[in-house]
């Protein structure tokens, strides 16, 4: 029997997160997992698929560690809220070990970020299997498999981009996933492939084991983030769907401004739906149709409640300083925004930051 026991978690979750955590805990033995593949005309990932409910073309907000935490999805979900956010990536080794509670504050959300996607990644069936388990039970609508993360450790391991060297393993964990996730919808966000262009071997393998949702950020591993994302190539991805009659949505990702790039991309490649990341640092407001620019004072308010948000729900347990990066998008484009982006790198705490803000808009109201 196993504790979720953490003075740094909110301790009214902790009954609930032990019981499901040790009934999804793997048998010691159970290291390797066998799986039927799933019939295309007895398919339960389609009974609670939320995405095929959703209006084309999809807007979703893409998972970033550090970034699109609980908090800062709290006020997206507040300000500008997507068709669909996930959560930030999540080891299911790590879930399945003793030491996973401190991995459950990944998983924290509220219903407000409905429809909200765990976002998971590993590189074996048998973690996955009950950690899809494990997501189901925390409510979640949907889990996303990450097969695109370039980092060398995850992919030395076998995990995250190091899947598109192994297309068979990959299946493998697609049919784990589903068969744990009872009826929710499986969905894979990867890249275009490993050291060059693969999509025409590496998109069939994907769609075979039928993922709901098939994200493809339109770079290689190799690539990192130094290019240009390549559109024409995530369209191809599209072609390749509709010439083996799948099923499975493809949404776009990488390099899309807002919204309206969003939608003019959609057109153009043909795809379903469109994920945004980055556009959405210094800008909750991002998927909100109604919202024209915001304003200076605005982003320093939101700034603020971020903040303190912050403290209030992750403070002792992330880093005070991950904030920093929000304040460098938060307070930019303006004269004097450099000067006092250097005042809140300086900050320790939420209550420094609120005093930096509001003397700088006293002394600055025309701003
Ligand atoms: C700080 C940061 C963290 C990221 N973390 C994740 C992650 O946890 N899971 C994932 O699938 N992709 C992650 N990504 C990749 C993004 O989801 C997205 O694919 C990439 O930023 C390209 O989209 P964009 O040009 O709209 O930002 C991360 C990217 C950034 C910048």
């Known amino acids: 029997m196993y504790h979720v026991k953490t003075k740094n978690f909110d301790n009214s979750c902790l009954p609930f997160l032990n019981k499901i955590v040790n009934k999804n805990r793997p048998p010691d033995t159970a290291d390797t997992l066998t799986l039927s593949?799933?019939?295309?005309?007895?398919?339960?990932?389609?009974?609670?698929?939320?995405?095929?409910?959703?209006?084309?073309?999809?807007?979703?907000?893409?998972?970033?560690?550090n970034v699109t935490d609980a908090v800062f999805r709290r006020l997206i979900a507040k300000y500008g809220r997507p068709d669909a956010m996930f959560t930030e990536f999540v080891?299911?080794?790590?879930?399945?070990?003793?030491?996973?509670?401190?991995?459950?504050?990944d998983l924290q959300y509220t219903e407000a970020e409905r429809p909200i996607v765990a976002q998971i990644f590993g590189s074996k069936p048998a973690n996955f299997y009950k950690t899809a388990q494990l997501a189901r039970e925390l409510g979640f609508d949907g889990i996303d498999i990450n097969m695109g993360c370039p980092e060398k450790n995850l992919v030395k391991s076998g995990s995250c981009a190091g899947l598109i060297r192994t297309p068979q393993l990959a299946q493998e964990i697609?049919?784990?996933?589903?068969?744990?996730?009872?009826?929710?919808?499986?969905?894979?966000?990867?890249?275009?492939?490993?050291?060059?262009?693969?999509?025409?071997?590496?998109?069939p393998a994907l769609l075979a084991v039928e993922p709901a949702v098939l994200t493809v950020h339109g770079r290689t591993r190799k690539e990192m983030s130094l290019v240009p994302a390549n559109w024409d190539v995530i369209a191809r991805a599209v072609e390749i769907r509709n010439e083996t009659k799948s099923k499975t949505l493809i949404f776009g990702n990488g390099d899309v401004r807002d919204l309206e790039d969003a939608a003019a991309k959609a057109k153009q490649y043909g795809v379903d739906g469109v994920m945004l990341g980055r556009a959405i640092f210094g800008n909750p407001w991002l998927f909100n149709r109604e919202k024209k620019t915001p304003t200076i004072e605005e982003r320093l308010h939101v700034l603020v409640k971020h903040t303190l948000l912050y403290e209030k729900i992750l403070?002792?347990?992330?880093?005070?300083?991950?904030?920093?990066?929000?304040?460098?998008?938060?307070?930019?484009?303006?004269d004097g925004a450099k000067e006092l982006r250097i005042e809140l790198m300086t900050a320790k705490t939420a209550g420094e930051v609120e005093k930096i803000v509001v003397l700088y808009l006293k002394n600055n109201t025309n701003k």
């Not at 790590?94 to 504050?105: E, M, N, R, T, Y």
């Not at 068969?179 to 071997?201: C, D, H, M, Y």
């Not at 403070?315 to 991950?322: A, N, Q, R, T, Y």
Request: hydrophobic share 40%; net charge positive; charged share 20%.
């Open 174 to 203: 697609i049919r784990a996933t589903q068969a744990g996730a009872q009826g929710l919808p499986v969905s894979v966000k990867t890249r275009i492939g490993f050291n060059k262009n693969e999509i025409e071997t590496w998109i």
């Open 37 to 65: 593949p799933l019939s295309r005309h007895n398919n339960p990932i389609m009974s609670k698929n939320f995405w095929l409910k959703l209006k084309k073309p999809i807007f979703v907000l893409a998972p970033m560690a």
């Open 315 to 334: 403070g002792g347990k992330k880093s005070f300083d991950l904030m920093k990066k929000h304040y460098k998008a938060y307070v930019s484009g303006w």
């Open 91 to 105: 080891s299911c080794d790590g879930l399945q070990s003793v030491g996973h509670a401190k991995l459950l504050i």
